[in-house]
T-cell receptor, first 114, second 116 residues
Framework: NAGVTQTPKFQVLKTGQSMTLQCAQD?????MSWYRQDPGMGLRLIHY???????DQGEVPNGYNVSRSTTEDFPLRLLSAAPSQTSVYFC?????????????FGSGTRLTVV | AQKVTQAQTEISVVEKEDVTLDCVYE???????LFWYKQPPSGELVFLIR??????QNEISGRYSWNFQKSTSSFNFTITASQVVDSAVYFC?????????????FGGGTRLMVKP
C-alpha cells in the first residue's frame, strides 16, 4: 500500500548511544519532515526536507541530524541519545499545495532513552 | 508566528452525547490551512479534515461536523451521538501558506473518552 513506512516501531537506547530512525515514502512527494510528540504538547517539527539534497531545521532540531539522498528516504539520526529525547517520532510526507495538499504520517516510532 | 490552542485537555462523555472540541488559532498569514487529526489508542495519526482560509463553509461528514469562523479564529469539531470508538486524542493543526517547510503547528490535543 502506498504511504509512509517508519522503522523501527519501538526502540530502547542507553544514554549516549546513536541510532537512525528510518522513513520511506512511495508517493513521490518532494516534502518530508520529522516530528516528535511529547505528552500535552502535540507534535513539533524537528527537521524537514523540500527535496533530495535539501534539508533544514524545524522547531526542535538539537541532537538530531537528517539527510535526503533520494526522494523516497528521509532518515533521522540521533547522534548521542539523551533521556530528553524519549518521545514518539513521526515521519510525514507532504503532498504539495493544491487540491491534494495534505500530510501522510508514518505509524510512529516510540523511543525510550534510559 | 503560528499557534494553535486546544484549551480542553480531556473530555469525558457518555455514549450518544454530542461533544464539541474547541480549537483556536493564531496566524499573520491571510492564506493558511487548518486540519484535524484523530489519534486512537493504537497511536497512528488519522487525517479527518483540511480547510483553507478562504473556505468558511461548515462541513459535515456523517456524525462529524466542523465550524470554521475566521472572525473568532476558531475551527471547532463536533461529534454527534458519540460512540465508544470515538475515544481518542484529537489534534487541531495549522499550516501557513508562506511556510518554507510546510510546517504543521499542532495544538496540545484533546483526549476524548466516550463511556458506554
Amino acid at each position: 500500500n502506498a504511504g509512509v513506512t517508519q522503522t523501527p516501531k519501538f526502540q530502547v537506547l542507553k544514554t549516549g548511544q546513536s541510532m537512525t530512525l528510518q522513513c520511506a515514502q512511495d508517493m513521490n512527494h518532494e516534502y518530508m519532515s520529522w516530528y516528535r510528540q511529547d505528552p500535552g504538547m502535540g507534535l513539533r517539527l524537528i527537521h524537514y526536507s523540500v527535496g533530495a539534497g535539501i534539508t533544514d531545521q524545524g522547531e526542535v532540531p538539537n541532537g538530531y541530524n537528517v539527510s535526503r539522498s533520494t526522494t523516497e528516504d528521509f532518515p533521522l539520526r540521533l547522534l548521542s541519545a539523551a533521556p530528553s529525547q524519549t518521545s514518539v517520532y513521526f515521519c510525514a510526507s507532504v503532498a504539495i499545495r493544491g487540491l491534494n495538499y495534505g500530510y501522510t504520517f508514518g505509524s510512529g516510532t516510540r523511543l525510550t532513552v534510559v | 508566528a503560528q499557534k494553535v490552542t486546544q484549551a480542553q485537555t480531556e473530555i469525558s462523555v457518555v455514549e450518544k452525547e454530542d461533544v464539541t472540541l474547541d480549537c483556536v488559532y493564531e496566524t499573520r498569514d491571510t492564506t493558511y490551512y487548518l486540519f484535524w487529526y484523530k489519534q486512537p489508542p493504537s497511536g497512528e495519526l488519522v487525517f479527518l479534515i483540511r480547510r483553507n482560509s478562504f473556505d468558511e463553509q461548515n462541513e459535515i461528514s456523517g456524525r462529524y461536523s466542523w465550524n470554521f469562523q475566521k472572525s473568532t479564529s476558531s475551527f471547532n469539531f463536533t461529534i454527534t451521538a458519540s460512540q465508544v470508538v470515538d475515544s481518542a486524542v484529537y489534534f487541531c493543526a495549522l499550516s501557513e501558506a508562506n511556510n518554507a517547510g510546510n510546517m504543521l503547528t499542532f495544538g496540545g490535543g484533546t483526549r476524548l473518552m466516550v463511556k458506554p
